[in-house]
């Protein structure tokens, strides 16, 4: 399964919102997770099953979308928020990744 | 503190060998999903193989038949064998852990990753 994740680069600042969208070459249902992960550090588990919430994560995340078509907002975003985004499916072995979004905060 | 700890990452020349750990502490190991997911320098994620709880394994295709993932209970401990490295399995290793609780799920706790070098 194969998953495109756009746009590759978004910059915005603090008073915009930050959309990223992942779309699955075939349904693959709500098995959809969202990872960040900042320069030097490891992937950090943001929303599991396309829109749960996973603690310890700031409200400002949200996700939706079910079977092919997936988004990641992030509302009034902060400096802390720069970083790459990787959408990530579970429905079937081999698993997969989408490319990853880099966002800059203006 | 619940951790993975991957060890093992090396130099090593095309066609050569190495054996990664990934060690947990503060959790039974064998009770989850642990995948290894690699990143080539500059570039993004990609799932290489998984062992399942109940011993069942998976590869990616790019590393089946010259990887080998493998559990030891008493060490709490998964590992990987690379053989036949090629210059592009260069990358920093994650071990990552799936809980697993609906199936394969997502990843809640990774490690921080061992560095793979194969350069003649």
């Known amino acids: 399964i194969v998953l495109t994740q756009s746009p590759d680069f978004q910059s915005v600042t603090p008073k915009e919102k930050v959309t990223i969208t992942c779309r699955a070459s075939?349904?693959?249902?709500?098995?959809l997770h969202w990872y960040q992960q900042k320069p030097d550090q490891s992937p950090k588990l943001l929303i599991k099953y396309s829109s749960e919430s996973v603690s310890g994560v700031p409200s400002r995340f949200s996700g939706r979308g079910s079977g092919t078509d997936f988004t990641l907002t992030i509302n009034s975003p902060e400096a802390e928020d720069a970083a790459t985004y990787y959408c990530h499916q579970s429905s079937s072995v081999p698993l997969t990744f989408g490319g990853g979004t880099k966002v800059e905060i203006k | 503190e619940v951790q993975l700890v991957e060890s093992g990452g090396d130099l090593v020349q095309p066609g050569g060998s190495l054996r990664l750990s990934c060690e947990a502490s503060?959790?039974?190991?064998?009770?989850?999903?642990i995948s290894w997911v690699r990143q080539a320098p500059g570039k993004g994620l990609e799932w290489v193989s998984v062992?399942?709880?109940?011993?069942?394994?998976y590869y990616a295709d790019s590393v089946k038949g010259r990887f080998t993932i493998s559990r030891d209970n008493s060490k709490n401990t998964v590992y990987l064998q690379m053989n036949r490295l090629r210059v592009e399995d260069t990358a920093l290793y994650f071990c990552a852990r799936d809980v697993a609780s609906r199936g394969l799920g997502c990843f809640d706790l990774w490690g921080r990753g061992t560095r793979v070098t194969v350069s003649s």
């Open positions: 062992f399942y709880s109940g011993g069942g394994t």
């Open positions: 503060g959790f039974t190991l064998g009770y989850n999903f």
């Open positions: 075939q349904d693959i249902g709500s098995s």
